[in-house]
């Protein structure tokens, strides 16, 4: 798919009509699953991380296909005006030091099904969307064993409590941008000028 640039069997198969059947019961067999193909996501990774300083970092996408909603086939909405597709959050994993990408940790890939009633604040983290920031990362902490170092990267959205508890571990470092200037130390103060006072600096 990368090096055709296209999803179309045809095409993926050069027009040859033995790599068109290939593709097909490649795609039909009952044991080619979506859960089975992330789950060997992290198998290069695994390998190619020792001893190095891995930055994995989490996105998510949304892949938008040009239906409607009567002609779906399937995705659901993403949130764009009538647009349907699927949601992808991916983790690849970033060498510090050179910049290469050895490969990808983890992932999901998954679609709405119809719209949540439950007020965002009365859902345990379980049952809300936001939970794949923590669950993929605590399943890059086991693919990751080997690496000397990782630094998790992470935007505002994953900004939550129970990462802070469960996540950060010897070796295992988060970098992730606040989602509020919150109240930290015990000494009171505010986020934003905890650097000051680590450096020992007075506040401007």
């Known amino acids: 798919m990368v090096a055709r640039t296209s999803i179309c069997l045809r095409r993926l198969a ?18 080619v699953t979506v859960e089975a193909l992330l789950d060997g996501w992290g198998a ?4 190619g991380c020792a001893g190095r300083h891995i930055l994995a970092i989490q996105y998510s996408s949304e892949i938008n296909f040009t239906t409607t909603r009567e002609r779906s086939r399937g995705p659901g909405e993403i949130g764009k005006g009538s647009g349907r597709g699927v ?28 719209r ?10 379980s049952e809300k969307e936001s939970q ?18 990782v630094t998790e990267i992470r ?26 200037d919150r109240s930290i130390l015990e ?11 680590l450096a020992g600096a007075a506040p401007p």
């Open 187 to 197: 000494g009171g103060g505010k986020l934003s000028l905890a650097p000051l006072q």
């Open 87 to 114: 949601l992808l959050h991916a983790m690849p994993g970033v060498d510090a030091e050179t910049g290469g990408i050895p490969g990808l940790a983890t992932g999901r890939i998954w679609t709405r099904d119809g």
């Open 155 to 180: 935007g505002r959205e994953s900004d939550i409590h129970e990462k802070w508890a469960r996540l950060p571990e010897p070796g295992f470092h988060i970098l992730t941008r606040a989602m509020a």
């Open 116 to 125: 949540v009633t439950v007020p965002h604040r009365n859902r345990p983290l």
């Open 44 to 47: 290069e990774l695994a390998q």
């Open 132 to 149: 794949r920031w923590l669950s993929t990362a605590e399943t890059a902490r086991t693919v990751l064993v080997r690496a000397h170092m």
């Open 14 to 31: 050069g027009g040859r009509r033995s790599g068109i059947v290939g593709f097909s019961r490649f795609l039909a067999n009952p044991r």
